[in-house]
Every structure is written in structure tokens, then in C-alpha cells.
């Protein structure tokens, strides 16, 4: 499955140093409301690239794969180019922390928009005020953050929410935060109105003042989808010293420091689900199977892990995509609900 054209393009500025990086969103076919109770399901995902200096960018087919996949289960998905992936500004840095910025800066983005999304069915349903807090109740916003390879890496250091949170609660108007937050009202708004248009409706809902836009931060689901991981030592990395198991990444956030959270936290609070080939030729199988063995065991883990046999580190080899595209379509399709223990998967 190709993907559609985008919903929208666009860039936005880094949280990191202003630079410009390129952007797309992709709404699902089914996502003009049909029903009340589908109408109001706001979810969705964003995908990493691959590192740029190896040709990682936004177009990349491993990410198109994921991105179609979450596409067909509803999801409305967001992808990016990392600074110095083809058309986005600056550089690819040496320690990570820039992209880390960059992904943090989408990533709050995709937040707000998801957010924003107010699609209503026909006026003959329920008001929206009812519908509205009905749903609010039952399916709470979701984002799925997931990358592939070095995008993979990104992820799993990704800082809370709570603590972005603060990052955009602290801002002033026409900084960095603010425009974006900006930019994806207007988007958000955007497709609200061609929406409400063409199910007949002339209003639109007011946009709410930026606190609440913050605030509504918390109402967000999370769970990460880690496509191929990389695990030290790296050796197409100049950088190794980051890539151990120890490493504490930060990023400057606005100017202001902000420290990554460990996958190993996240996974007692998060659905994670690592998809990786038994024949990557950047990690082993032997210390992959290790890795998620330790991060399955940890008392109240959500995390789990699919192995698809005759896999290498880019997908090529027949019947890889298909099944990586299986372990995703079933994970979703449990809804996160926590199954513990690893799969293996053998190509077709």
C-alpha cells in the first residue's frame, strides 16, 4: 500500500536553534466522520527516519511501510525530515542532541494537532458539547511514537510529555513553542472547517486559549512502536560514547536543558512494541533477544518484541515487510492491552 498524498506539507521551526524542518501529515481515508462515536477517535502516530547522512529523510520505504500500516488502522500520521534530510535546514550533528530537539519539536506539533481535530457528524446526532465530553470519557486522544533504525534511537529517548508540558506552558507569545502551536491549530483548524463544511454546518467550534490547548497535554495516551532498533556499539556512528546503555541524552529546549527519559521507564508506563530482523547487520539477533528479554522481565512491563525470521536491518528481503506489517496490525488491533513475551515470525 502507497501512501496518499499528503493532507498537508508545511514546516516548522526547531525547539532546538529555529532551524526549518520539513513536514507532512496523512489523514486516513475513513477519517471524514460517518458516526457520532467514530467521528470523535483522535489518534495518531508519528515515524523517525533513518539517519540522514546514510540517505534517511521522510521518504524513506521502511517508513512508508509503517506509516501505510498505521494509516489503515485510523491513525493519522505525521512524518518529518531530521535537520540535514533532504529539503529540512542545518546539519546532521554528531551527538544526537540537535535531532533530539527536532524530534521533540514534531512531536509536540503532532500533540496539539491531534488535539485540534474536532470532526462532527451531522447535526442530527448528539450536540456537540455531548459528544464532546462523551467520548472524552471512553476514548481518550493516542499518539503512537515510533521511528525506524536511528529514528528508533530518537524515541526511545524521547523526555516525557509532563516535561514538554512545562517547556510550552513557560513559553511567551511569538517564541519558538508558540508558533508551533500555533501552526498546528491553524492546520487542525483547517481541516476542521472543510470538515464541518461538508457534512452541512457553517460554525465551526471556538479555538480554545493557549492554556487550555497546554493543559489538554494530559489527557494524551502514549506508546512507542521501535522498528529495527540500534544497540551499541554502532559502528556507522561517529559518536559511539551515546549509544551505551548508560547514556543520559539532553537537548536545549528553547534554551532551556531537558533531560530524555529511559526506554526502561517507559516501558512500565507505555505499550512498546520493537519489530527487528534476526539477520540485521548492525546488531546482533543474540543481544536483541537479550535487550528485550531484560525490558519484557521488568516488573510491570508493557513492553513486547516480534523477531521476524530472515530479516535484515532495511526490510529487503521477501515477505520481511509483510510480516513486519502483521506485527503492527496486531498490536494495534489489541488495542495496547498487555500481552507479555516475544514472538517469532517466520517470512512467507
Excluded at 25 to 42: C, G, K, L, M, V
Excluded at 56 to 67: H, I, K, L, R
Aim: charged letters at 20%.
Amino acid at each position: 500500500m502507497a501512501l496518499p498524498l499528503p493532507t498537508h506539507q508545511f514546516t516548522i521551526p526547531s525547539l532546538y536553534d529555529n532551524i526549518l524542518l520539513q513536514c507532512r501529515i496523512y489523514h486516513p481515508d475513513h477519517s471524514q466522520p460517518r458516526d457520532r462515536e467514530f467521528a470523535w477517535i483522535q489518534k495518531g502516530a508519528i515515524i523517525a527516519h533513518p539517519y540522514a547522512p546514510l540517505g534517511g529523510c521522510y521518504d524513506d520505504p521502511v517508513v512508508a511501510t509503517v506509516a501505510s500500516e498505521l494509516l489503515r488502522a485510523g491513525y493519522v500520521v505525521g512524518t518529518f525530515n531530521l535537520r540535514g534530510a533532504s529539503g529540512s535546514q542545518g546539519r546532521t550533528s554528531w551527538t544526537a542532541r540537535p535531532e533530539l530537539g527536532d524530534f521533540i519539536s514534531f512531536y509536540a506539533f503532532l500533540v496539539f494537532y491531534i488535539l485540534g481535530l474536532k470532526p462532527l457528524s451531522k447535526p442530527t446526532c448528539v450536540p456537540a458539547a455531548e459528544s464532546n465530553s462523551s467520548v472524552d470519557k471512553t476514548n481518550p486522544p493516542s499518539i503512537i511514537v515510533s521511528g525506524y533504525s536511528y529514528g528508533s534511537m530518537l524515541a526511545s529517548y524521547l523526555p516525557t510529555l509532563r516535561s514538554i508540558q512545562l517547556v510550552f506552558a513557560e513559553s511567551r507569545e511569538n517564541d519558538t513553542p508558540a508558533r508551533i502551536m500555533q501552526r498546528a491549530w491553524s492546520l487542525s483548524s483547517k481541516w476542521n472547517k472543510e470538515c464541518w463544511v461538508q457534512n452541512g454546518i457553517i460554525s465551526e467550534p471556538e479555538s480554545p486559549d493557549p492554556c487550555t490547548r497546554i493543559a489538554r497535554m494530559e489527557k494524551i495516551n502514549i506508546s512507542y512502536l521501535l522498528i529495527t532498533p540500534i544497540l551499541p556499539p554502532i559502528s556507522f556512528f561517529t559518536a559511539t560514547s551515546l549509544f551505551t546503555p548508560t547514556s543520559r541524552l539532553t537537548t536545549t529546549i528553547n534554551g532551556k536543558y531537558l533531560q530524555s527519559s529511559d526506554l526502561r521507564d517507559k516501558v512500565l508506563e507505555h505499550e512498546t512494541l520493537a519489530i527487528f530482523g534476526n539477520k540485521d547487520g548492525f546488531t546482533s539477533s543474540k543481544k536483541l533477544i537479550s535487550w528485550c528479554e531484560e525490558l519484557t522481565k521488568k516488573e510491570g512491563s508493557r513492553f513486547n518484541s516480534v523477531m521476524v525470521r530472515g530479516a535484515g536491518h532495511f526490510w529487503h528481503e521477501d515477505g520481511s515487510k509483510s510480516q513486519m506489517k502483521k506485527a503492527i496490525r496486531e498490536w494495534v488491533a489489541k488495542n495496547h492491552v498487555y500481552y507479555s513475551g516475544m514472538q517469532e515470525l517466520s517470512q512467507c
